[in-house]
């Protein structure tokens, strides 16, 4: 009977697509989830159904701003589901954030599914998709993070808008008095969870398979899935996972802070710059007003409103929990980019070896001597990219390390590595720069390159990203990148002497080269 019922949602979802044909127009995919119909779009090919701005939790407005998620409410007759849900409250923090949405708006937590339309029948695996920005900025309807190329691979794709900023993160005393159990914060990734959940139970409506779930995030998306799998809350959902550029688990980027301490900083900020002390009091404030109240750039404010091990979400720190065996033991694929955090033109001028020797001095002291071997500087030259390097590794690489060697110790399933190595080409905005920098990899992943206006794409651009998208949906489906006629990607483990996929023009796994480097910051930072 079970096979039954999946079979009959297949064929509601089937017959939809053929449905609601408007007079000399293609037909309007129609899917009933758990709290109503909605009406999508197809694609210029007519072969992905489009769900766009789908509420999957109650608006977190008036008395629910600052509070868990809310199932949301059940609507009748047709939604409509062809257009983006308002991004989330957020200041203007990032240049290359481009929206295609209506606007800012607290109402903000909806999702978007893209659907082949050609399925057959065939339960799809799904991939949902965690936008970055730092818990401060970012929404789905960027274009290069659109999910229509990728579900051209044969899978389902799915994003969620999350609050971000103070109003996904604001901890305080009295908002923990109004939670169970006694907790605040992380409002943020509460939503995340929701959305999960949301498509856990709704997804089979549209073609998908609910037991075949990877969540998949970049920056702090990357961080997300790194917490997602910790959470219990949320760890029993995917069955893989990938994260690119970030995890929680070492030192890093976004350094989580303890309950008490968000608590403390919530609570001068709500005094000091709100002038409100009672959740009434802050809830009482239109949103865009506090907004204006905020720093406009974060980096030297001291404000970090940002994920929390709060007791609830996170019972305790991610490397603890990954540490005993707590996590989503599931497979994983992370990994970084070649240049996440280079220093600027102007800040390389004039860098020199006794630059890099007296920060060695500073940062690692009585270790000064060991780190200059690992990041050597004998000449200007050899100290330029050495700085860059730690500036990476301190920024996200040595983070997302840890995330690997915690689940490959303790996570028993494989484990796949890789390095974002394709520096883009010259552009129109900054031609003097060259490398793979931070969030380059997107377009790659999405095969949404020609999103990116005034570069040069060539055609090793446009190969890389049809390979990436195939290993990343073949994860997807199985838990293993590899298939018929692509590079070999080995596991990610001792016995396979620690091999690192390289994504460049070709791709070629190695071992890692770099590995008594990431050994060293552990033996300083991990104590």
Same mark, same amino acid.
């Given at each position: 009977?079970?096979?039954?019922?999946?079979?009959?949602v297949?064929?509601?979802?089937?017959? *939809?697509?053929?449905?609601?044909?408007?007079?000399?127009?293609q037909?309007?995919?129609?899917?009933k989830?758990?709290?109503?119909?909605?009406?999508?779009? !197809?694609?210029?090919?007519?072969?992905?159904?489009?769900?766009?701005?789908? $509420?999957?939790?109650?608006?977190?407005?008036?008395?629910?701003?600052?509070? *868990?998620?809310?199932?949301?409410?059940?609507?009748?007759?047709?939604?409509?589901?062809?257009?983006?849900?308002?991004?989330?409250?957020? &200041?203007?923090?990032y240049?290359?954030?481009?929206?295609?949405?209506?606007?800012?708006?607290?109402?903000?937590?909806?999702?978007?599914?893209?659907?082949?339309?050609?399925?057959?029948?065939?339960?799809?695996?799904?991939m949902?998709?965690v936008?970055?920005?730092g818990?401060?900025?970012?929404?789905t309807?960027?274009?290069?993070?659109?999910?229509?190329?990728?579900?051209?691979?044969?899978?389902?794709?799915?994003?969620?808008?999350?609050?971000l900023?103070v109003?996904?993160?604001?901890?305080?005393?009295?908002?923990?008095k109004?939670?169970?159990?006694?907790s605040?914060?992380n409002?943020? &990734?509460?939503?995340?969870?929701?959305?999960?959940?949301?498509?856990q139970?709704?997804?089979?409506?549209?073609?998908?398979d609910?037991?075949?779930i990877?969540i998949?995030?970049?920056?702090?998306?990357?961080?997300s899935?790194n917490?997602?799998?910790?959470?219990? !809350?949320?760890?029993?959902?995917?069955?893989?996972?990938?994260?690119?550029?970030?995890?929680?688990?070492?030192?890093?980027?976004?350094?989580?802070?303890?309950?008490?301490?968000?608590e403390?900083?919530?609570?001068?900020?709500?005094k000091?710059?709100?002038?409100? #002390?009672?959740?009434? /009091?802050?809830?009482a404030?239109?949103a865009?007003?506090i907004?204006?109240?905020?720093?406009q750039?974060?980096?030297?404010?001291?404000?970090?409103?940002?994920?929390?091990?709060?007791?609830?979400?996170?019972?305790?720190?991610?490397?603890?929990i990954?540490?005993?065996? /707590?996590?989503?033991?599931?497979?994983?694929?992370?990994?970084?980019?070649?240049?996440?955090?280079?220093?600027?033109?102007?800040?390389?001028?004039?860098?020199? *070896?006794?630059?890099?020797? #007296?920060?060695?001095?500073?940062r690692?002291?009585?270790?000064?001597?060991?780190?200059?071997k690992?990041?050597?500087?004998?000449?200007?030259?050899?100290a330029?990219?050495?700085?860059?390097?730690?500036?990476?590794?301190?920024?996200?690489?040595?983070?997302?390390?840890s995330?690997?060697?915690a689940?490959?110790?303790?996570?028993?399933?494989?484990?796949?590595r890789?390095?974002?190595?394709?520096?883009?080409?010259?552009?129109?905005?900054? $031609?003097?720069?060259?490398?793979?920098?931070?969030?380059?990899?997107?377009?790659?992943?999405?095969?949404? &390159?020609?999103?990116?206006?005034g570069f040069?794409?060539?055609?090793?651009?446009?190969?890389?990203?049809?390979?990436?998208?195939?290993?990343?949906?073949?994860f997807?489906?199985?838990?293993?990148?590899?298939?018929?006629?692509?590079?070999?990607?080995?596991?990610?483990?001792?016995?396979?002497?620690?091999?690192?996929?390289?994504?460049?023009?070709?791709?070629?796994?190695?071992?890692?080269?770099?590995?008594?480097?990431y &050994?060293?910051?552990?033996?300083?930072?991990?104590?």
């Amino acid at each position: 009977m079970k096979h039954l019922a999946l079979s009959l949602v297949f064929l509601s979802f089937a017959f *939809a697509l053929m449905s609601a044909t408007p007079a000399g127009g293609q037909a309007e995919p129609v899917v009933k989830t758990g709290s109503g119909a909605v009406r999508g779009k !197809l694609s210029e090919d007519g072969k992905i159904a489009e769900f766009l701005g789908i $509420p999957y939790a109650v608006p977190p407005v008036g008395s629910l701003r600052w509070k *868990a998620p809310q199932p949301v409410a059940a609507w009748t007759g047709v939604r409509d589901a062809t257009s983006f849900g308002a991004r989330c409250m957020q &200041l203007p923090l990032y240049s290359d954030m481009v929206f295609r949405d209506a606007g800012m708006s607290e109402d903000c937590l909806t999702l978007n599914i893209w659907v082949p339309t050609g399925s057959g029948g065939t339960k799809l695996p799904v991939m949902v998709w965690v936008y970055g920005g730092g818990f401060q900025a970012g929404g789905t309807s960027e274009p290069r993070q659109d999910g229509e190329n990728l579900a051209h691979k044969g899978v389902i794709v799915v994003s969620m808008n999350y609050r971000l900023g103070v109003f996904g993160f604001l901890a305080t005393h009295a908002l923990a008095k109004e939670f169970h159990p006694h907790s605040s914060g992380n409002y943020g &990734l509460l939503d995340q969870s929701a959305a999960l959940r949301w498509v856990q139970k709704n997804i089979a409506a549209f073609g998908g398979d609910p037991h075949n779930i990877t969540i998949f995030g970049e920056s702090a998306g990357s961080f997300s899935v790194n917490m997602l799998m910790a959470s219990p !809350l949320s760890r029993d959902i995917p069955a893989h996972a990938i994260g690119e550029s970030g995890a929680a688990n070492g030192k890093s980027s976004l350094p989580l802070l303890t309950l008490a301490m968000a608590e403390h900083q919530g609570e001068q900020f709500a005094k000091n710059v709100l002038h409100a #002390t009672t959740p009434a /009091e802050l809830r009482a404030i239109p949103a865009e007003e506090i907004l204006k109240k905020l720093p406009q750039d974060f980096a030297p404010s001291g404000l970090h409103f940002t994920p929390i091990v709060d007791g609830y979400f996170l019972p305790k720190s991610v490397a603890a929990i990954y540490a005993a065996g /707590e996590q989503a033991r599931i497979p994983l694929l992370a990994g970084w980019n070649r240049n996440e955090n280079d220093m600027s033109p102007d800040e390389a001028r004039g860098f020199t *070896a006794e630059k890099l020797q #007296t920060l060695a001095a500073q940062r690692f002291g009585a270790n000064a001597v060991e780190f200059l071997k690992l990041y050597p500087a004998v000449n200007d030259a050899e100290a330029l990219q050495s700085a860059n390097d730690l500036s990476g590794d301190t920024f996200i690489a040595y983070g997302t390390w840890s995330w690997l060697e915690a689940q490959v110790r303790t996570g028993d399933a494989p484990v796949y590595r890789y390095r974002f190595d394709l520096a883009v080409p010259s552009n129109s905005v900054s $031609p003097q720069v060259h490398g793979a920098y931070h969030s380059d990899e997107i377009e790659y992943v999405f095969g949404t &390159l020609d999103s990116r206006k005034g570069f040069a794409w060539r055609p090793e651009d446009y190969q890389l990203s049809e390979l990436m998208q195939t290993y990343w949906t073949n994860f997807a489906r199985t838990g293993d990148p590899n298939g018929s006629g692509l590079p070999t990607w080995p596991t990610y483990s001792p016995k396979d002497n620690w091999q690192v996929m390289h994504l460049s023009h070709p791709a070629a796994a190695a071992p890692d080269q770099w590995r008594d480097r990431y &050994l060293f910051l552990q033996s300083v930072w991990g104590k």
